[in-house]
């Protein structure tokens, strides 16, 4: 592999390229937008996961819960996310993002602390229900927010720390529970399972108020907190030098010749499958893992999810490797091919079983590299659709609901409860996605590079024509030039 990408040695945060103006604004840009996607990434997996973790802490003893009811909470939450990202294609590109997501996280985080009060089956899958729906439009928000910054070449690092959230959100929601059990079991009258749903509660309300101030919402419809109007210009000239909104500068709106635009062209149908792909490669939603500590006999609730949260800690090291790899050592197709050949391992061990116990431990604590090239594939997703922001809102959204919706009811056929710990059909299930995903990144390149081949054509054009008309001589070749490479997007390897 090549020590420099981009114009970069792989230990530089900034291209050679850049101002030091621009360096200065992509500092704040990263300690605005960074950290709070992280964070609120982090709160938001704990609030999804932690069903999970209550279930193996007690849970489904206390209120005698049995058969399938676990998969129906996970996926009552999708089927609700798949409800809610609907109405967010039309609403990223006109409300402030500042608002829109810490709003939504401040509901989410009212039922997550409901939890603690259920006692029944119609409690929890309605209060899953909601939390489902309100965390809806975060993970495709902050996607959004990355792209409407960030340059192709920038946005694998950015997107991986935020995905890090993900890996300690299962990370500590283990730990918590594991805590609260050992610690705050029959404090109240409470058993240790309800207090961690009024623990993490409180935890997503101090985040979200904290988003109202710090999210710098995008560059058309700016947070002015801590952006100036000069920060703000030096933000829109860099996304018009990479092609961001280059077709579509106004504020959009939700016509038929929107939706015409996205559901005529390649994007929308290449993304979904190839997000399709990616979604049903990951194990990780369904507990298995830690179904199967459980299911040794000789942990207690604390213990079980405390050795859970051994792969989602290990996890955080995939993550940032595959992202940063990605923008600057192994390309966005090596960093997704080298995630998912891990990933292909891990299945096929699993799928087999009848293995020693030291290989199903292993087994389990690699898989998070599957998910851990996320936001590669987002990032590379915001860089195809970056020439016009209408589409991108609207893509983003159904690339992202399409495969939730899908994945809300595979659980129920390849991940059922009574059928713990062993998955073999749903293993079997993300084996087979796995592989597809390879093969379908290959395609994802080619277009790609058709679409940035005429890209470079039309600007070459439009670079011609002005040239003409300003009827300036020949020797302006070097103004033409620099008008070229004004406009042309840094090159990203892919």
Not at 56 to 67: C, E, H, M, Q
Not at 232 to 241: N, P, S
């Amino acid at each position: 592999m090549h020590g420099k990408r981009n114009g970069r040695a792989w230990w530089h945060w900034f291209a050679e390229s850049d101002t030091p103006q621009e360096r200065k604004l992509l500092l704040k840009l990263d300690l605005l937008i960074v950290p709070y996607a992280f964070i609120g990434f982090w709160i938001n997996y704990i609030d999804a996961s932690n069903i999970n973790n209550a279930w193996v802490a007690g849970l489904s003893d206390d209120l005698n819960f049995r058969g399938n009811q676990l998969v129906d909470f996970q996926t009552i939450s999708q089927v609700a996310q798949v409800i809610g990202q609907i109405p967010f294609a039309y609403l990223f590109p006109l409300l402030p993002m500042n608002w829109l997501v810490p709003g939504t996280e401040i509901f989410w985080g009212i039922f997550t602390l409901l939890q603690y009060r259920a006692n029944s089956y119609a409690e929890f899958m309605a209060y899953r229900f909601f939390i489902g729906f309100f965390e809806a439009p975060f993970f495709v928000g902050v996607h959004y927010v990355l792209g409407s910054w960030y340059r192709a070449d920038e946005l694998g690092r950015r997107g991986g720390i935020f995905y890090i959230g993900l890996t300690l959100g299962s990370l500590t929601s283990g730990l918590i529970q594991s805590s609260a059990s050992a610690n705050l079991e029959g404090v109240a009258g409470l058993a240790g399972w309800r207090w961690m749903f009024i623990i993490v509660s409180l935890m997503t309300f101090v985040v979200a108020i904290a988003g109202f101030f710090i999210w710098p919402g995008t560059p058309d419809i700016p947070n002015k907190m801590f952006l100036n109007e000069e920060e703000l210009q030096i933000a829109r000239r860099r996304l018009q030098e990479n092609g961001t909104g280059a077709k579509n500068n106004a504020i959009p709106k939700l016509s038929l010749g929107l939706l015409k635009s996205v559901f005529t062209s390649w994007k929308v149908y290449t993304l979904v499958a190839w997000n399709l792909f990616f979604w049903n490669s990951d194990p990780q939603p369904w507990g298995g893992y830690l179904l199967w500590i459980k299911s040794l006999g000789r942990y207690t609730n604390a213990e079980v999810n405390r050795l859970g949260s051994s792969a989602p800690g290990i996890g955080i090291l995939y993550v940032l490797f595959i992202n940063f790899s990605s923008d600057l050592w192994l390309g966005r197709t090596g960093a997704i091919l080298l995630a998912h050949t891990v990933n292909i391992v891990s299945m096929t061990l699993l799928v087999v079983w009848n293995i020693p116990e030291n290989a199903k431990w292993f087994a389990f604590n690699i898989y998070y590299f599957d998910i851990g090239m996320s936001s590669v594939l987002y990032g590379w997703a915001n860089d195809i659709l970056r020439h016009n922001k209408a589409e991108r809102a609207v893509t983003l959204v159904v690339m992202n609901t399409v495969p939730t919706a899908i994945r809300a009811w595979i659980g129920l056929l390849v991940f059922k409860t009574v059928e713990s710990p062993r998955f073999t059909k749903g293993y079997s299930f993300c084996l087979a996605n796995s592989i597809c995903l390879i093969g379908f990144t290959f395609v994802v390149r080619h277009l790609y590079r058709k679409q940035e081949e005429r890209h470079r054509l039309e600007l070459s054009q439009s670079s011609e024509s002005v040239v003409e008309e300003m009827s300036l001589p020949i020797e302006s070749d070097k103004q033409t030039r620099a008008a070229n490479v004004t406009v042309e997007p840094i090159k990203v390897s892919v």
